[in-house]
């Protein structure tokens, strides 16, 4: 039954989550007992406690193993296909352009951080998990994203203003980010932003 449903639900390299997996009837007990026969039997193989996968299969006809970053995206970004969080921080600036810095620590908002902010482990590589400010949809993220970058700029990036606003312009027009739509979160944020938004002269869609 166990590998049935795993099989149906999940494709190879994808993390599996045991406090995801949801089969009527089947105990807390029984589900770890069959995931250790299954374990056992090599047909899913163990990344840490309570993460599982099928293994993708190299060109050596090998299994590969899952990186730390591909279990924090489908832990805390993207959870079984669905998004609940979005990278932050000095990560969310080096990927937008705003730093050349690459951070050692990982930094995403989430809407399963454990905690108001926590630093954590998966296997030796380093994250810092933060609340967000509301609940995180596929349709509020780039907003949230765009106002998380205007609240750290001073912080997160070695640019000037004038730079940062320009790329947080080409940013709003991708993602069609509106004042109607920056007005429906702003509030939840620190008033620093608005001197954020002055001195990068940064522009959203007009409409």
């Known amino acids: 039954m166990l590998y049935e449903y795993l099989k149906e639900n999940y494709i190879p390299g994808e993390p599996i989550f045991t406090g995801d997996i949801d089969i009527p009837g089947m105990t807390e007990e029984?589900?770890?007992?069959?995931?250790?026969?299954l374990t056992d039997s090599g047909?899913?193989?163990?990344?840490?406690?309570?993460?599982?996968?099928?293994?993708?299969?190299?060109?050596?006809?090998?299994?590969?193993?899952?990186?730390?970053?591909?279990?924090?995206?489908?832990?805390?970004?993207?959870?079984?296909?669905?998004r609940v969080g979005y990278y932050?921080?000095?990560?969310?600036?080096?990927?937008?352009?705003?730093?050349?810095?690459?951070p050692f620590t990982q930094e995403i908002n989430s809407n399963f951080a454990p905690a108001l902010v926590r630093k954590t482990k998966i296997k030796n590589r380093q994250y810092i998990i933060r609340r967000p400010v509301v609940k995180i949809t596929e349709e509020n993220a780039p907003i949230l994203q765009f106002l998380d970058c205007l609240k750290d700029i001073e912080k997160c990036t070695e640019l000037e203003p004038e730079?940062?606003?320009?790329?947080?312009?080409?940013?709003?027009r991708k993602y069609d980010i509106t004042k109607k739509k920056i007005d429906r979160f702003i509030t939840n944020y620190p008033i620093k932003i608005y001197k954020a938004i002055y001195e990068t002269e940064v522009e959203y869609v007009s409409s």
């Open 43 to 82: 047909i899913i193989c163990r990344f840490e406690p309570g993460v599982y996968y099928f293994p993708k299969i190299d060109i050596f006809g090998e299994p590969m193993s899952l990186s730390a970053d591909t279990v924090a995206v489908h832990k805390y970004i993207m959870r079984r296909g669905k």
């Open 88 to 102: 932050s921080g000095y990560t969310l600036a080096n990927r937008m352009g705003l730093s050349t810095q690459v």
């Open 163 to 172: 730079r940062c606003g320009k790329i947080l312009t080409e940013y709003a």
């Open 30 to 37: 029984n589900l770890r007992y069959h995931l250790k026969k």
